[in-house]
C-alpha cells in the first residue's frame, strides 16, 4: 500500500470540499475534524492500525455526496469513496468496509459494530463540545443558504434540542468524556427555547 494514501486521499478531499464555498458546516476542515476524533477514539478503543486507517479514509470521504447534492446524498458518499479507491487497487474487502462505516453517519442509521460506532460519535461530536453553539450557526446558516429559507432562532433551537436530546452516545470514550459537556448544553438550549416560547 501507498505510504502517502491518506496525503493523497486529503488532498483529494480537499480537491472536492473547497469548491462549496456556500457550505459552512460540511466542508473540508469538518471532514479533518471528524477524521480527527474518529482516530482519538480509535486508539482509545483499542482498534488496531489496520481499523483506524479504515475509519481515517472514512471519515474523511463521509461528506463528500455534498458535490453532487446537498439532500439525500448519503449512497454518493460512499460511492465516491468506492470509485476513489478502486483507481488505486485498494483491497475490495476493505472498500465495502469503509462503505459501511461512511453510511453509518446517516442521521437515522444505527450502527453495526465498533468502527460504525466510532464514526458515528465522531461525526455527531460537535453536539457535545463547548463550540456547539458556534458550529450551529454554520450549519443553520449554510441550510438557510442552500435551501434558499430564513429559519427562525426558535424553530432553530427547537430542532437543534430535539437533535440533542434524540442521539445517544455509543462509545465507552464519548459517554465518559462528553456527558458533562451534552448535560451543559442540553441545559443552555433548553433555557432558550423557554424563554422564546
Known sequence: MK?????????????????????????????????????????????SDEDIQLLTIASLFHDTGFVIQYDDNEIFWAKIAQNYLRTIL????????????ILATKLD???????????KDADMDNLWREDFFDVGEKLKR????MKNIKIKDPDWHHASLDVIQWYTFYTHTQISERSDTLRKNTEKLQRQVETQS
Do not use: T
Not at 483529494?12 to 477514539?41: G, I, T
Not at 442509521?109 to 464514526?119: D, G, V
Open 3 to 47: 505510504p502517502d494514501l491518506i496525503s493523497d486521499i486529503k488532498k483529494y478531499v480537499n480537491y472536492l470540499l473547497v469548491p462549496l464555498e456556500d457550505l459552512y458546516y460540511h466542508h473540508y476542515e469538518h471532514a479533518l475534524s471528524v477524521m480527527q476524533r474518529a482516530v482519538y477514539l480509535g486508539k482509545k478503543e483499542w482498534c
Open 90 to 101: 485498494f483491497d475490495e474487502e476493505k472498500i465495502s468496509i469503509i462503505q459501511n462505516i
Open 142 to 145: 449554510e441550510r438557510e443558504i
Open 109 to 119: 442509521s444505527k450502527p453495526q459494530n465498533l468502527l460504525e460506532e466510532i464514526i
